[in-house]
């Protein structure tokens, strides 16, 4: 069975970035609120994947989190 590319494609902002846990599901850094050690680095952290590729954008957060993540513990 052939699986068409359209099928696979997400829409992203599914782990909202913000300060507030009422309106977002993890911090600055990706932390999921409520959870000691559960962080996001993906792409759901991304606002939209709208018109263009967010590859970089992507990586560049993956990477400022693990950094992070990696001076806190």
Do not use: Q
Not at 4 to 23: F, H, I, K, T, W
Request: hydrophobic share 40%; with cysteine.
């Amino acid at each position: 069975m052939a699986v068409g590319v359209g099928s696979l494609e997400e829409d992203g902002v599914r782990g909202r970035l913000g300060d507030r846990p009422e309106v977002s599901v993890t911090d600055a850094f990706g932390k999921v609120w409520g959870h000691e050690n559960l962080f996001v680095c993906d792409g759901s952290l991304h606002p939209t994947n709208g018109g263009y590729n967010p590859v970089l954008t992507i990586m560049a957060l993956a990477f400022r989190n693990a950094t992070h993540i990696a001076n806190t513990i």
